[in-house]
């Protein structure tokens, strides 16, 4: 599993194709090595995912009666949504591309959407543990969320910019193609796996 400093590392490198400078890629391990081990990026992102967890668990509560409860099943469906949300949008992607015909651009989108998955995490899981400690911050925390959302959708294509050498058309079918698959599915799972909210 990589350690603080080389995820540290790779985070420099995004920063640096969210900034357009093409040396963020150097910052990148763009081999079939470090294509593998950036789905470590799951690892890291456990933490924030638990204060998901935590809050999606009293969402769900709510709509069910005062002595119901959830248990260990229930947590495990919420980790198969997320698995499903982490590679369903990049199996997606990499169809896209070799439609294209720009197949050799799949490793840099993998790379670069599996750790720029580790501080989106980490802010969403800051914003919902506002709602889970805080519960008078819904109102603050929904406008926090959109704006993280927008920042979101920012980020990623300015990163797709990099790697689809700026082709507006592409970064735009790219962007929407790692981003609505998710959104359909996470809704979908939940409803199916009996974990959404009555």
Known sequence: MPGLREVQYYLAGLWLLIRLDPRGFRYLDLSERGVNRSFWAIAW?????????LWWRQVFLRSMPPEADVGF???????????????????????????????ERFAPVVVSVNWLGVPLS???????????????SVGLVSLLLLAFMLAQVFVLARILRMICHGHPLMVGAMTLVLLVPSMILSEYLQ???GIYPV
Do not use: D, K, T
């Open 45 to 53: 992102c456990l933490p924030p995912m638990g204060i998901s967890w």
């Open 122 to 136: 980490y802010i969403n899981g800051l914003l919902l543990a506002m709602v889970v400690f805080l519960p008078g």
């Open 191 to 193: 409803h199916f796996l």
């Open 73 to 103: 099943a229930f947590y495990l469906r919420l980790g198969f949504v997320e698995l499903a949300n982490w590679f369903v949008p990049l199996v997606f992607a990499g169809l896209l591309l070799l439609a294209f015909r720009m197949g």
